[in-house]
């Protein structure tokens, strides 16, 4: 199929950026949006000309790191699928593509569809992690865990950071991101020792880093690819409120 | 206290401010919607009722006295739920760098995209309903103590019954998302009772909404005169 693609091009992050548009006339319905994109990448460094910038890396749905906003929605039109993961079925000859990278202050372009998304790194940093020793993988039941809680761990662990969240938001929010992190851990034996104070830390770093405020549109949820429940957020919200009335967070082993 | 300084100064913090005083308005937009409904009850039950609010806890409190605190309190939770939806307006503002080509919304509701401009109508409509019904400054015919009076020749006028009609749908919107975001913000949120938080602000909103129209619908329709 034909189809005519504007996509954001943009040589350095202080540079002016615009719509080039494209041909992409020789494109299969079985190929990923990648893929095509791939096609006129060659196509463009045979004319010559630069091809156009974008993150990928396991192109199997997993690893979060490609994502573009594809006609106004992240990753495309299809539900719970990731750029890489989406076919040009989705789309039909003649359609007209808009292929644009994640907006936000905190996610500054770098070349055109890539953006610098290292404020995620921060966020993680500021307390993504638990600071014991787990070890080699445990006994199965070594350590007794609700079905339910491991569930909704397991479902926040799913996350795979790939910015979609922000691109979505109307206030550009990480507040998704930030959740998930959060309570893939708050909902662990091994997350408890620094549960709260994770959860102030976390939430500050988000802040300083740029990212808006959540006002509770659900935009995120729909927009990722993960199908990461807002639930977290209000989860997150909890903990917050929890820790900040507490006397000393630190020091709040369950 | 140092500690609930830094919780007010983050994003989340102002959420909780903005949740906290909405909860305190949606306490007195359902005392005012029972109220309103003993106008269906004669000129002399909702005078009376007027007459109590007025001299609640008299002789111990002032004539007045209550109806003042209670006034300051509701004027302090506006303007903190203006004032946090203000700030957060702000940060959100300068979060987004560029506005995208072409946007698809994916958010749950209509209401939720037009929480911060419904609410400013909301502001002026309650501007106008303090000059109409309670100063009477705007009212064609209104007379100081005859609550029951000033509200029936209110909503005599198709007019004034339509555009209080619209500013309802606007505050139905409003606790539409508002009610569910409450939920979202104070983190009430299980996985037993997740499903419920939805239906729970549906039938809130349209409560309040059907509420507050029934008596002026009568007056209109001159079953109450």
Same mark, same amino acid.
């Given at each position: +199929?034909?189809?005519?693609?504007?996509?954001?091009?943009?040589?350095?992050?202080?540079?002016?950026?615009?719509?080039?548009?494209?041909?992409?006339?020789?494109?299969?319905?079985?190929?990923?949006?990648?893929?095509?994109?791939?096609?006129?990448?060659?196509?463009?460094?045979?004319?010559?000309?630069?091809?156009?910038?974008?993150?990928?890396?396991?192109?199997?749905? &997993?690893?979060?790191?490609?994502?573009?906003?594809?006609?106004?929605?992240?990753?495309?039109?299809?539900?719970? /699928?990731?750029?890489?993961?989406?076919?040009?079925?989705?789309?039909?000859?003649?359609?007209?593509?808009?292929?644009?990278?994640?907006?936000?202050?905190?996610?500054? *372009?770098?070349?055109?569809?890539? *953006?610098?998304?290292?404020?995620?790194?921060?966020?993680?940093?500021?307390?993504?992690? *638990?600071?014991?020793? /787990?070890?080699?993988?445990?006994?199965?039941?070594?350590?007794? &865990?609700?079905?339910?809680?491991?569930?909704?761990?397991?479902?926040?662990?799913?996350?795979?950071?790939?910015?979609?969240?922000?691109?979505?938001?109307?206030?550009?929010?990480?507040?998704?991101?930030?959740?998930?992190?959060?309570?893939?851990?708050?909902?662990?034996?091994?997350?408890?020792?620094?549960?709260?104070?994770? !959860?102030?830390? +976390?939430?500050? /770093?988000?802040?300083?880093?740029?990212?808006?405020?959540?006002?509770?549109?659900?935009?995120?949820?729909?927009?990722?690819?993960?199908?990461?429940?807002?639930?977290? &957020?209000?989860?997150?919200?909890?903990?917050?409120?929890?820790? /900040?009335?507490?006397?000393?967070?630190?020091?709040?082993?369950? | +206290?140092?500690?609930?300084?830094?919780?007010?100064?983050?994003?989340?913090?102002?959420?909780?401010? +903005?949740?906290?005083?909405?909860? =305190?308005?949606?306490?007195?937009? !359902?005392?005012?919607?029972?109220?309103?409904?003993?106008?269906?009850?004669?000129?002399?039950?909702?005078?009376?009722?007027?007459?109590?609010?007025?001299?609640?806890?008299?002789?111990?409190?002032?004539?007045?006295?209550?109806?003042?605190?209670?006034?300051?309190?509701?004027?302090?939770?506006?303007?903190?739920?203006?004032?946090?939806?203000?700030?957060?307006?702000?940060?959100?503002?300068?979060?987004?760098?560029?506005?995208?080509?072409?946007?698809?919304?994916?958010?749950?509701?209509?209401?939720?995209?037009?929480?911060?401009?419904?609410? *400013? =109508?909301?502001?002026?409509?309650?501007?106008?309903?303090?000059?109409?019904?309670?100063?009477?400054?705007?009212?064609?015919?209104?007379?100081?103590?005859?609550?029951?009076?000033?509200?029936?020749?209110?909503?005599?006028?198709?007019?004034?019954?339509?555009?209080?009609?619209?500013?309802?749908?606007?505050?139905?919107?409003?606790?539409?998302?508002?009610?569910?975001?409450?939920?979202?913000?104070?983190?009430?949120?299980?996985?037993?009772?997740?499903?419920?938080?939805?239906?729970?602000?549906?039938?809130?909103?349209?409560?309040?909404?059907?509420?507050?129209? =029934?008596?002026?619908?009568?007056?209109?329709?001159?079953?109450?005169?």
């Amino acid at each position: +199929m034909k189809l005519k693609l504007h996509i954001w091009r943009q040589s350095a992050p202080d540079v002016r950026g615009g719509f080039e548009t494209i041909a992409a006339d020789n494109v299969s319905a079985h190929m990923s949006f990648l893929e095509m994109l791939d096609v006129v990448n060659e196509g463009l460094i045979a004319e010559g000309k630069e091809p156009v910038a974008f993150d990928h890396d396991c192109r199997e749905g &997993i690893c979060g790191t490609c994502g573009m906003m594809i006609n106004g929605n992240p990753h495309g039109p299809w539900e719970g /699928t990731s750029a890489c993961q989406l076919h040009m079925r989705a789309f039909q000859d003649g359609d007209e593509i808009w292929i644009e990278p994640w907006r936000a202050r905190a996610f500054p *372009v770098l070349k055109d569809l890539v *953006v610098d998304r290292s404020a995620f790194d921060r966020i993680i940093q500021a307390g993504g992690y *638990v600071s014991i020793r /787990t070890g080699s993988a445990p006994d199965a039941n070594a350590v007794p &865990i609700g079905k339910e809680w491991a569930d909704e761990a397991f479902d926040a662990a799913a996350c795979i950071g790939c910015g979609a969240c922000v691109a979505a938001c109307p206030n550009a929010s990480a507040m998704l991101f930030t959740a998930a992190k959060v309570t893939q851990l708050a909902r662990l034996p091994q997350g408890q020792p620094e549960r709260y104070e994770r !959860v102030l830390s +976390m939430v500050d /770093t988000h802040d300083s880093e740029g990212f808006g405020n959540c006002t509770n549109h659900g935009a995120c949820q729909n927009a990722c690819p993960k199908g990461i429940s807002v639930d977290y &957020i209000a989860q997150l919200n909890r903990d917050l409120f929890k820790a /900040t009335l507490m006397d000393r967070p630190d020091e709040a082993a369950v | +206290m140092r500690r609930v300084a830094k919780l007010y100064q983050s994003s989340v913090g102002k959420k909780i401010l +903005m949740a906290l005083s909405g909860l =305190i308005l949606f306490g007195f937009i !359902v005392g005012h919607m029972v109220g309103n409904l003993k106008v269906l009850s004669g000129p002399e039950s909702f005078n009376a009722y007027a007459e109590f609010l007025r001299d609640f806890g008299y002789p111990l409190i002032p004539h007045e006295g209550f109806l003042w605190v209670f006034r300051i309190v509701l004027l302090g939770a506006v303007l903190l739920h203006a004032a946090s939806a203000f700030q957060l307006w702000g940060t959100s503002r300068s979060a987004r760098s560029g506005m995208y080509r072409k946007t698809v919304d994916l958010s749950f509701s209509y209401a939720s995209r037009t929480m911060r401009w419904g609410g *400013v =109508i909301l502001a002026l409509f309650v501007v106008y309903h303090i000059l109409h019904l309670t100063t009477g400054t705007v009212h064609v015919d209104f007379v100081a103590g005859d609550v029951y009076h000033n509200y029936v020749v209110a909503f005599q006028s198709p007019i004034i019954l339509g555009f209080y009609a619209v500013a309802q749908a606007a505050l139905c919107f409003h606790l539409y998302h508002g009610l569910w975001s409450v939920t979202q913000t104070l983190g009430a949120s299980h996985p037993k009772y997740n499903p419920l938080r939805r239906p729970v602000a549906v039938v809130l909103a349209l409560g309040i909404f059907v509420g507050f129209l =029934i008596p002026p619908v009568l007056v209109a329709t001159g079953v109450v005169s």
